[in-house]
């Protein structure tokens, strides 16, 4: 389903705690900004707060001697960033990569622990919000894998939608290198092959969702999967 454009943008993992539960969390967090190419921690990095993305999102990368590799995930407002904290760790595992600019509640470590010790129900969610990462990139090595260079670019071109609410991407030649791990060649092919199917335009940089059913049809089932996952866990 295409995002509602007059629709406010907002978490929702908060939206799926109890009012009372939701307004006493909110009440610790502070309301940032993030913007585009900010790091929020690398690997290893101790994490000192947990965000909850409303229209912001955030590119979760595997790195190899400090080195981009692959991007294993996107989070927006869908999900948490630091949400290794609910598992009782406290460094990274991931390059957390701001990628679309915007807002998101944040939460210190400390806070969040008391939160989480008073609050069942935010365990909850987050314990299967967890079980959902896990559910996908699992499935994206098996993507890269198996699946055909234009079904993984139609995936994340949807699952870049959804995070920014918007039809219009600004991806470069390298943030969708790392989306698919291939090199420029791929990228040119594979994005011409759906301009010629007239479901996506690219023009100096920004990427135009044209037909997003037409787009969804020519993703691979992963695209699906992960919102089936997310579904049935947690909306």
Known sequence: MTPDPLRPILNRLLEALPLAAKAHLLERCDSVELATAQILYEPGDVIHHIHFPTSAFVSLVSTVDGHDGLQTGMVGNEGALGYELSLDVQSAPLRALVQGP??????????????????????????????????????????????QIEERLARWLLTTQDCAHSAHLALTHE?????????????????????????????????????????????????????????????
């Open 102 to 147: 915007g807002m998101a509640w944040r939460l210190t470590a400390q806070s969040f622990a008391q939160e989480l010790a008073q609050n069942t129900m935010l365990k909850r969610i987050l314990n299967r919000y967890v079980c959902v990462l896990l559910m996908e990139f699992g499935r994206s090595g098996l993507c890269n894998r198996f699946h």
């Open 175 to 235: 943030v969708l290198g790392r989306m698919l791990g291939v090199r420029r060649v791929g990228i040119t092919n594979a994005a011409t092959a759906l301009h010629t199917r007239k479901l996506i335009d690219y023009r100096r940089g920004v990427i135009t969702i044209t037909d997003r059913e037409g787009l969804e049809n020519a993703a691979c089932d992963c695209y699906r999967a992960n919102r089936r996952s997310y579904t049935h866990l947690i909306a």
